[in-house]
């Protein structure tokens, strides 16, 4: 059973996101770990995973496509802003600053089953979790290169969609 059923008209729009994403969160946002995935380095099985796991997603999401579509769109609005805001806190240097935009990363690409940008914000936040900045701009660097595969992924999602 899906965790938000699509066709629920107790709850709005905004609610049934709301209520995937909350879900979603406390449910899986650890689970890489948990899995005992953490941060497997460049190899070539995870240089060559897909930036996200769209079917999950769908299912999670009740297959509802004006739900899917909703919520990429909000991630594709919101992205921009949460990176700038890490890259903000890189510049100056703020660890605590970088711990949160990087803990706020990780859990809106959970929702997507994005493994790759969820471990490498995860390595950043526990990196800056320990006060010590050393190594978190290669980081940043690799998380950049991720959540672009995971922008082209959603894009192309989106765009099939409206087909």
Not at 5 to 21: H, M, V, W, Y
């Amino acid at each position: 059973m899906p965790i938000v059923k699509g066709n629920r008209p107790d709850l709005t729009e905004q609610s049934r996101i709301a209520t995937f994403c909350a879900l979603r969160y406390r449910s899986a946002s650890r689970r890489p770990f948990e899995k005992g995935l953490g941060m497997q380095g460049n190899s070539e099985s995870t240089v060559n995973a897909a930036p996200m796991d769209a079917e999950e997603m769908r299912r999670q999401l009740g297959n509802d496509d004006a739900l899917v579509a909703e919520v990429i769109e909000l991630f594709l609005e919101d992205c921009p802003v949460r990176m700038a805001a890490l890259a903000t806190a890189i510049d100056v240097r703020d660890a605590a600053m970088v711990r949160r935009a990087a803990h706020a990363i990780k859990g809106s690409a959970s929702n997507f089953f994005a493994s790759r940008v969820v471990e490498t914000a995860a390595a950043l936040e526990m990196l800056a979790d320990g006060g010590d900045l050393t190594g978190v701009d290669e980081l940043a660097g690799r998380l950049d290169t991720e959540m672009g595969r995971l922008v082209t992924a959603m894009t192309e999602l989106r765009s099939a969609q409206r087909r």
